[in-house]
């Protein structure tokens, strides 16, 4: 492999990546200096019907961030402007996935690009009232998000009559408490309503009976963030960025072991061993990668190999046998004991397993026993089919996707490492003890100002 750059290289356009971080770079002067919310103007004052405005990001072929890569104009479209309901959109700021925090840097650095994007969205819709619900846990974005607010607030751009038109929109700001399955759509707009967080059955779908039972549009940061960059542009120019079948960009997380861990933008269609090996400066020590996690550890892992010649899209990435998911990347070297990776991921999953439904209530905790008697030298030569038994109990057995999730990472890992798992059981230890020996990258930093990071790591 090439060795690691000095200094990350450009990895295509950007749209979100693109200014230099001061610490007023994120406050409504600055943003309304770079061009925001000229796209609501435009729209608002320039009599852009909700029609075009959905029709506009349905051309532009937005995919949602948030995991499931589903078109943004096709589930706006689904709402019905003529049904005399009340509409509602809710951002989903809950970034609780493993590996991912793309969605806390624009919170951070670009808030109020988040708030035009949901200002549109609403519009588009019909909708007078719209939520952001976020992680509990965040603290700088919370009061970087809810300042946005404030600011839109004074300046107009929220409330009664937008701009002067007779449009009008109110935002709360809302703070879960830390639960992992919030994160579901049903789930948060459950929270949302004061209930517990507890997925929901569908059908029916949200956008038909969603918060308060009434037609609701969830949508992650990242993908409201697109809009305003998408009315701006124009769908045509939009989609000369990216891949014909993901256009855009995309912000990937990236932890793990290599040597520049941050949070970094990238064109869709962008190399991706040209981004571990020369963006995020190669594995640490010199050492080989032994796997990727790509999108969250809710994906499956990827070994070396098989991200040799792949892009960083979503249509290569199910290609290769994964899906590029939240965009929380994990890069593992060579050395790593994969049972007791697989162990920790469990662990957490059992941990967050909100408890409605029995195979993922029972099924979590189940794998992280059987795994915990692996790692304390006490397995079984049954364990192995056991857990793949486990696994394929859950999987379309539960409302939401957490136990199939869990399933997944641990199945991805066996059909990979399987000898690990063979070697820990009969040895009573792991095959790859003492072979991992990497620094930490932060070690003995010091902190220093965030200007002059556009484009890079932060």
């Not at 010649?309 to 290569?316: E, F, I, K, Y």
């Not at 999953?349 to 439904?357: F, T, V």
């Not at 999730?405 to 641990?410: D, L």
Request: a neutral charge; hydrophobic letters at 35%; proline letters at 5%.
């Amino acid at each position: 492999m090439t060795a690691p750059a000095t200094e990350p290289v450009l990895s295509g356009r950007k749209f979100f990546m693109n200014h230099e971080v001061t610490p007023t770079s994120h406050t409504l002067a600055d943003y309304r200096a770079r061009g925001g919310y000229r796209a609501l103007e435009k729209v608002i004052k320039g009599g852009v019907s909700p029609a075009d405005v959905i029709k506009e990001v349905s051309t532009a072929g937005l995919l949602g961030h948030g995991g499931a890569a589903f078109p943004a104009g096709r589930k706006w479209g689904v709402i019905r402007p003529d049904d005399g309901e009340p509409h509602y959109v809710c951002m989903n700021a809950d970034e609780g996935e493993p590996g991912t925090f793309k969605d806390r840097w624009l919170l951070e650095q670009v808030p109020h690009m988040t708030v035009e994007g949901l200002i549109l969205a609403s519009y588009a819709i019909g909708g007078r009232h719209a939520f952001i619900y976020i992680r509990g846990e965040f603290d700088l974005p919370y009061r970087r998000i809810q300042g946005a607010v404030d600011e839109a607030y004074a300046a107009g751009l929220l409330g009664r009559n937008i701009m002067g038109s007779e449009y009008s929109l109110d935002v709360v700001v809302y703070r879960g408490a830390g639960s992992y399955v919030c994160g579901e759509a049903s789930a948060m707009l459950a929270s949302l309503e004061g209930k517990k967080g507890w997925p929901r059955n569908r059908p029916p779908r949200l956008t038909v009976k969603g918060l308060y039972q009434k037609p609701t549009v969830v949508n992650n940061v990242e993908t409201l963030a697109n809009v305003p960059v998408i009315l701006s542009l124009g769908a045509e120019e939009f989609r000369k960025t990216g891949t014909p079948k993901s256009p855009g960009t995309q912000m990937i997380s990236i932890s793990g072991h290599v040597n520049r861990p941050g949070v970094y933008e990238i064109e869709y269609g962008y190399s991706w061993e040209k981004f571990i090996y020369e963006d995020c400066g190669g594995i640490q020590g010199g050492r080989g990668l032994k796997c990727v996690i790509p999108g969250g550890v809710s994906t499956k892992i990827l070994d070396a190999n098989a991200i040799k010649g792949v892009t960083l899209d979503h249509n290569a990435a199910v290609a290769a046998g994964s899906q590029l998911g939240s965009g929380g990347m994990i890069a593992i070297a060579e050395g790593t004991c994969m049972v007791r990776l697989a162990r920790v991921i469990q662990r957490f999953y059992h941990h967050e397993s909100c408890g409605q439904c029995t195979p993922c209530r029972e099924g979590m905790g189940w794998m992280e026993r059987v795994l915990d008697r692996i790692v304390r030298g006490e397995g079984r030569p049954d364990d192995i089919d056991r857990l793949y038994h486990i696994s394929n109990a859950n999987d379309g057995t539960t409302i939401c996707s957490l136990g199939d999730s869990a399933g997944y990472a641990c199945t991805a890992i066996l059909d990979h490492y399987r000898e690990e798992f063979e070697y820990f059981i009969t040895n009573g230890r792991s095959m790859m003890d003492g072979r991992l020996a990497v620094e930490d990258p932060f070690a003995g930093a010091v902190a220093t100002p965030l200007s002059g990071l556009a484009g890079a790591a932060v």
